[in-house]
């Protein structure tokens, strides 16, 4: 573990940003399975063309859309300060990477 000197400042910035990630993170979750459940939904229903979408425009919309929720994942579950991964962000006190506190 890597201990670097962050001012008072500095410090309180990279818990807001956590913070505000974790909230972002919580609605962007709840949209993207939203938008998923419908999306399988349209596949599902038996009729050749579900809410009047061929199924060769539902599922590549799928894959955007679970392509889209990863990279948000990606970059919402990133340290505030060095960038490191920080695993389960709901969990996670301080970054394993660089050793911030991440909650208050
Ligand atoms: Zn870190």
Redesign the pocket.
Known sequence: MTVTRYSEDQLAEFRRIHRSRRSRRFYSTAISMLVLLVLFTAISVSDDRPFGLDGFIVIPALVVVLMISLYFEYRNTR?P????G?GNMWSQRF?P????RLVD
Not at 81 to 84: E, I, L, Q
């Open positions: 340290c300060a060095c960038g490191g920080i970054c990477t660089c050793g911030v």
